[in-house]
Structures are given as structure tokens and as C-alpha cells.
């Protein structure tokens, strides 16, 4: 009974779709969100603590969109897009809190483990969704007669090269986010191995090779967040995590992942050639086709992000910005798609420390501390991920899965995440001291 009153809120928190009966249009993310709000401001107000611990996040992004409307006001360059991405990124973090607090009510000391397993599940059943919508036209007639597609997500269904699933598009965003959920899988299964029955086992086996068979439909973004956040994850459970496993189990876990991961990769790309799908198998498996022709594991994408790093010409703009993250009409286009680059020419030096030097120093907090929880082991991951995915889009605060993701475990177990970071940085402060 707990789980239906918990995993629907979590799971349409994270996949709510755009829907559009008889012309009319239904934001439901925006009701999710507002809606799990409401429950965060109600514990916001109850908890002193939590009030503290929101605060701090907020006043970040409260900063950033201080400096983001100085820069625009003296380029006369206005980027709607981003100041509606960090606007989104208050009310995202307030919902979190409010999803991560109904958790805690609901499972008590056990919050966190079910949070983990819930995410989990509910990347097994959206890629569930994206797998019956790519194999039957009749499934994916019905659903996008509702859910409105962008226009390159209506060009990837017709051409039968990725499934969007229940989301607009598809894309980095999708596929970094189930790359994040087989990666938890994996955590939950380490953590668990021992008791967890042998149908439980093959069950969450059969769940991690789904998620990872999802990739496949949508960008290969997540296949690079797989490899870097398993390495992640070994050197955070090695390093600091309450959970102490020996090195052994961890060594033999990870080679069989890793192999798992390569099983699921070849696996799933022969079934799409099986069933004729050869533009889904050419695209998501051009590294291995291009390996098989001409000997060179090669992909164009690759070849073509080499050419999108790049610094602005000007010394100003390299510390200010331009106020123009490179997608703005008016402004031009940048020749870029990667984050990084894109926030330098936008906001300068400046404003890419106020975006992302907050999670590399969730990051290194987690890091240097001795013993953390599973909370902080997921924000660490969910940081990871997120700095991982502007190497190759720009990715940051709005309607974004791994930041929902994020905002939940910073104050799940009442904030025992965000807690054991500021923990540690007031430990480092005092010995710099």
C-alpha cells in the first residue's frame, strides 16, 4: 500500500509527459511539481533544520540569476531559455524536498532504500514504455496522439531511430538519466546481494539489462555516463562509504558489471538488426560497425564534438560572458553544443563557477569524508553525471531528470545528504583554520 501511495508521485515526478486532449494542452510536470512543492514548503515550515539546509542551494541559484540578469542588462542580451532553466530549478529543488520528506513520513529510517529501489523500478518501467513504443506502431500511434512530440522527437519516431518514450524528445537528458538508474540498479544489488531472494535477483537482473537496452533508443550520451559513473561509484565505495565491502566483492562485482554492460550493448544491437530495425542498429552501434569495416573505433559524433571546444575570442568575454548562451535567435548561433563551452561565451568564467562549482564541491566534501551514507553516495553520482553530461551538452537546472534526481537526495532522510557534505566542509574549514 505504501508503494502505491509513493513510487506514482516519484515516478511522475521524474517522467511526467506533456499531454494534449481535443486541442488543448496539459502541463502536468508543472502540476507535479507544484503540487510536491506545496509539501516541501509544509515541511520547510515544520523543520528549522530543513528550512537551513534548503536555503543553501537556493541562495546559490538565487546568486546566479543575481549575476545572469547583470550580464544581460549590460549586453542587452536576453536568454529566455536560461533564466527559465534556473527560475524551473527553485520550484525542482522545493519538489524534491517535498518528495524526499513524503519518503521519509512513509518509510522512516528505511526512506532511503526504497527511494533507491523505486528510481530503479521506475527506469525499468519507462524503458519498458520506450521499447513497446519503438517495436509497435500501433502503441506509438496511440500514445503521441496524446503526448505532443518536438519536432526532432516526431522525426526520430517516423524514422525509427530512437523511442522518446513518455518524454517530448528523448535525447542527452533521457539517456543520461537511465544511465544514472542502471548504475543505482547495480548499487542496490551490491548492497543487497545477500538478501535478496534468487527471484528478486534475476528480477533486478532483468531490470538492469532493460534500462541498458534503452540506450540503445535513445543518444549514447548514457553509454559514456555508464562507463564514468562505475568507475565512480567503485572509488566512492572504496573510499568512503559506511557500507565497507571488501575490495574483493567489489573488484569481482564490477568486472561482472562491466561485462553485463557489454553483454547488453552487443546483445540488444543484434536483436535490432534481427528484426530488420537497421538504422537504430547502425546508429546506436556505429563504434562496433565502424571497428568491423575499417579497424578504427570511430564514431562521427566524437569527430564532430572535437570541433566544439573552443574559448571566446575576447579577454572580457572569456571572464564576463556575452550574456548569450549560443542559442538565442536574435544573437546568433554557436557553433557548440557542449556545456562548458557554451556557459564560458555565455556568462564567462564567472558565471560557469556560480553553475558548476557547487556540485564539484558536493563532490570533493564526499570525497574527502571517511564514512558517508547511501544518501550522499547518490548525490555524489547524480553530481558526477551532471558534470559528466556538459562535456557533451549543456545541462543544467530545469525540467531536467538528473537534477529531480539530485534535488530528491539532498534532503532525503531529512537532509542527511546535503547534511554530511556541509559536515565535512566545516571539518576542513576548522583544520585550514
Same mark, same amino acid.
Given at each position: 500500500?505504501?508503494?502505491?501511495?509513493?513510487?506514482?508521485?516519484?515516478?511522475?515526478?521524474i517522467?511526467a509527459?506533456?499531454?494534449?486532449?481535443?486541442?488543448?494542452?496539459?502541463?502536468?510536470?508543472?502540476?507535479?511539481?507544484?503540487?510536491?512543492?506545496?509539501?516541501?514548503? /509544509?515541511?520547510?515550515?515544520?523543520? %528549522?533544520? !530543513? =528550512?537551513?539546509? &534548503?536555503?543553501?542551494?537556493?541562495?546559490?541559484? #538565487?546568486? +546566479?540569476?543575481?549575476?545572469?540578469?547583470?550580464?544581460?542588462?549590460?549586453?542587452?542580451?536576453?536568454?529566455?531559455?536560461?533564466?527559465?532553466s534556473?527560475?524551473?530549478?527553485?520550484?525542482?529543488?522545493?519538489?524534491?524536498?517535498?518528495?524526499?520528506?513524503?519518503?521519509?513520513?512513509?518509510?522512516?529510517?528505511?526512506?532511503?532504500?526504497?527511494?533507491?529501489?523505486?528510481?530503479?523500478?521506475?527506469?525499468?518501467?519507462?524503458?519498458?514504455?520506450?521499447?513497446?513504443?519503438?517495436?509497435?506502431?500501433?502503441?506509438?500511434?496511440?500514445?503521441?496522439?496524446?503526448?505532443?512530440?518536438?519536432?526532432?522527437?516526431?522525426?526520430?519516431?517516423?524514422?525509427?531511430?530512437?523511442?522518446?518514450?513518455?518524454?517530448?524528445?528523448?535525447?542527452?537528458?533521457?539517456?543520461?538519466?537511465?544511465?544514472?538508474?542502471?548504475?543505482?540498479?547495480?548499487?542496490?544489488? /551490491?548492497?543487497?546481494?545477500?538478501? %535478496?531472494? !534468487? =527471484?528478486?535477483? &534475476?528480477f533486478?537482473?532483468?531490470?538492469?539489462? #532493460?534500462? +541498458?537496452?534503452?540506450?540503445?533508443?535513445?543518444?549514447?550520451?548514457?553509454?559514456?555516463?555508464?562507463?564514468?559513473?562505475?568507475?565512480?561509484?567503485?572509488?566512492?565505495?572504496?573510499?568512503?562509504?559506511?557500507?565497507?565491502?571488501s575490495?574483493?566483492?567489489?573488484?569481482?562485482?564490477?568486472?561482472?558489471?562491466?561485462?553485463?554492460?557489454?553483454f547488453?550493448?552487443?546483445?540488444?544491437g543484434?536483436?535490432l538488426?534481427?528484426?530488420g530495425?537497421?538504422r537504430?542498429?547502425?546508429?546506436?552501434?556505429?563504434?562496433?560497425?565502424?571497428?568491423?569495416?575499417?579497424?578504427?573505433?570511430?564514431?562521427?559524433?566524437?569527430?564532430?564534438?572535437?570541433?566544439?571546444?573552443?574559448?571566446?575570442?575576447?579577454g572580457?568575454?572569456?571572464?564576463?560572458?556575452?550574456?548569450?548562451?549560443?542559442?538565442?535567435?536574435?544573437?546568433?548561433?554557436?557553433?557548440?553544443?557542449?556545456?562548458y563551452?557554451?556557459? %564560458?561565451?555565455?556568462?564567462?568564467? &564567472?558565471g560557469?563557477?556560480?553553475?558548476?562549482?557547487?556540485?564539484?564541491?558536493?563532490?570533493?566534501?564526499?570525497?574527502?569524508?571517511h564514512?558517508v551514507?547511501?544518501?550522499?553516495?547518490?548525490?555524489?553520482?547524480?553530481?558526477?553525471?551532471?558534470?559528466?553530461m556538459?562535456?557533451?551538452?549543456?545541462?543544467?537546472?530545469?525540467?531536467?531528470?538528473?537534477?529531480?534526481?539530485?534535488?530528491?537526495?539532498?534532503f532525503v532522510?531529512?537532509?542527511?545528504?546535503?547534511?554530511?557534505?556541509?559536515?565535512?566542509?566545516?571539518?576542513?574549514?576548522?583544520?585550514?583554520?
Open positions: 500500500m505504501r508503494f502505491l501511495a509513493t513510487f506514482p508521485l516519484l515516478f511522475f515526478f517522467y509527459p506533456f499531454i494534449r486532449l481535443l486541442g488543448v494542452t496539459v502541463y502536468l510536470p508543472y502540476f507535479v511539481v507544484v503540487v510536491l512543492s506545496v509539501f516541501g514548503i /509544509l515541511s520547510i515550515f515544520k523543520s %528549522l533544520r !530543513l =528550512a537551513k539546509l &534548503v536555503m543553501l542551494p537556493l541562495m546559490a541559484l #538565487l546568486i +546566479l540569476l543575481g549575476y545572469a540578469f547583470i550580464s544581460s542588462f549590460f549586453h542587452g542580451i536576453f536568454d529566455r531559455d536560461f533564466y527559465y534556473v527560475f524551473s530549478g527553485f520550484f525542482i529543488l522545493i519538489a524534491g524536498c517535498g518528495l524526499s520528506s513524503i519518503y521519509d513520513k512513509t518509510y522512516g529510517e528505511s526512506s532511503t532504500s526504497n527511494l533507491t529501489w523505486h528510481l530503479f523500478y521506475s527506469g525499468v518501467l519507462h524503458s519498458i514504455i520506450m521499447m513497446l513504443v519503438f517495436f509497435s506502431d500501433t502503441v506509438a500511434s496511440l500514445l503521441y496522439s496524446v503526448i505532443p512530440l518536438t519536432e526532432k522527437g516526431q522525426y526520430f519516431v517516423d524514422m525509427g531511430i530512437r523511442s522518446p518514450g513518455l518524454t517530448s524528445g528523448g535525447g542527452d537528458s533521457l539517456s543520461g538519466l537511465h544511465a544514472l538508474f542502471a548504475i543505482l540498479g547495480f548499487y542496490m544489488l /551490491l548492497r543487497r546481494w545477500e538478501d %535478496l531472494k !534468487l =527471484a528478486e535477483v &534475476v533486478v537482473i532483468i531490470g538492469i539489462y #532493460l534500462v +541498458l537496452a534503452s540506450l540503445a533508443l535513445s543518444a549514447r550520451t548514457g553509454y559514456v555516463i555508464i562507463v564514468g559513473l562505475t568507475f565512480c561509484l567503485l572509488l566512492v565505495l572504496i573510499a568512503v562509504s559506511m557500507e565497507r565491502f575490495f574483493r566483492y567489489l573488484t569481482k562485482g564490477f568486472f561482472a558489471f562491466l561485462f553485463f554492460c557489454v547488453s550493448f552487443l546483445s540488444f543484434e536483436f538488426s534481427f528484426l530495425e537497421e537504430a542498429y547502425k546508429r546506436s552501434a556505429e563504434l562496433v560497425i565502424n571497428y568491423r569495416e575499417s579497424g578504427e573505433a570511430s564514431m562521427g559524433s566524437v569527430s564532430a564534438l572535437k570541433g566544439m571546444y573552443f574559448l571566446p575570442v575576447s572580457l568575454d572569456l571572464i564576463w560572458g556575452t550574456g548569450d548562451l549560443g542559442r538565442n535567435v536574435d544573437a546568433g548561433f554557436l557553433a557548440s553544443d557542449v556545456g563551452v557554451r556557459a %564560458l561565451h555565455g556568462y564567462g568564467i &564567472v560557469l563557477i556560480l553553475m558548476y562549482v557547487p556540485f564539484v564541491l558536493i563532490g570533493l566534501a564526499i570525497l574527502s569524508s564514512r551514507g547511501s544518501e550522499a553516495v547518490v548525490l555524489f553520482l547524480c553530481a558526477a553525471a551532471i558534470l559528466a556538459n562535456l557533451k551538452t549543456f545541462y543544467f537546472w530545469g525540467l531536467r531528470d538528473i537534477f529531480k534526481v539530485f534535488s530528491i537526495y539532498l532522510g531529512c537532509g542527511v545528504g546535503l547534511s554530511s557534505v556541509l559536515h565535512v566542509i566545516g571539518r576542513l574549514r576548522k583544520t585550514s583554520g
